[in-house]
């Protein structure tokens, strides 16, 4: 019976370690399905410089004077210059998205889209390679609000603009405190209260920032 036990204990250990290895391997392809976007604002006060880097849909706008000021644009499959970089690595877009499956062309991450031989990874069909664009600081910039994807569905550039402008006029004391719950109600705001009412805008993730130049 002991026989019977190891020989048992060892079928059942071998089963377990070729499960584990074809988990690993599932968690290895899920792992190059895994992505993210960028988006990075670096302001630089001596030189009166603002450093903006964007890979993705991610985006930041500037109010400025009562004005929204786009910093970044979003990589999606309608442009163009993306268009023209994908089929140039040999893929195509299909009902909006790369290869029918991601709706965005710039991203960190995502690996299974960068294998290609023979390309840079500024030529792959989803490079991480980021615009960058400097603009400069002025005294009418006000404030730039940064925020991922699921920001921008519910509100254009203008409309996000406008609703920080009206809530820093609400508290002009201007505290940490007080700009925290701006951000926290602009992202109550947009999200949606049921996906079955917004037909699913609101409801993708949102993380965002606020950055407010002192006068």
């Not at 109010?63 to 309608?78: M, N, W, Y």
């Not at 960190?108 to 490079?127: A, M, S, V, Y």
Request: charged share 30%; glycine share 6%.
């Amino acid at each position: 019976m002991k026989i019977l036990n190891d020989v048992t204990n060892k079928k059942k250990a071998n089963e377990a370690i070729e499960a584990g290895e074809e988990a690993g391997e599932e968690d290895e392809l899920a792992l190059d399905s895994i992505g993210c976007t960028a988006n990075v604002v670096m302001v630089d006060y001596e030189k009166a410089k603002i450093h903006v880097a964007n890979a993705g849909d991610s985006r930041c706008v500037m109010g400025r004077d009562g004005t929204a000021i786009a910093l970044s644009f979003d990589h999606k499959p309608e442009s163009q210059v993306e268009i023209d970089r994908i089929e140039a690595a040999g893929s195509v877009v299909t009902e909006g998205r790369v290869d029918g499956h991601l709706n965005l062309t710039r991203a960190l991450g995502d690996l299974k889209f960068k294998k290609k031989e023979g390309l840079t990874p500024e030529q792959f069909c989803i490079t991480a390679n980021p615009d960058v664009f400097t603009y400069d600081l002025t005294p009418k910039d006000d404030f730039i609000l940064m925020g991922c994807d699921g920001c921008w569905e519910v509100k254009s550039n203008e409309e996000m603009v406008a609703w920080v402008y009206q809530k820093l006029e609400e508290v002009p004391d201007r505290s940490i405190e007080s700009l925290k719950k701006i951000v926290s109600d602009l992202l109550n705001e947009l999200i949606s209260p049921h996906h079955s009412q917004t037909q699913g805008i609101g409801c993708d993730n949102m993380t965002c920032i606020l950055i407010v130049f002192k006068k």
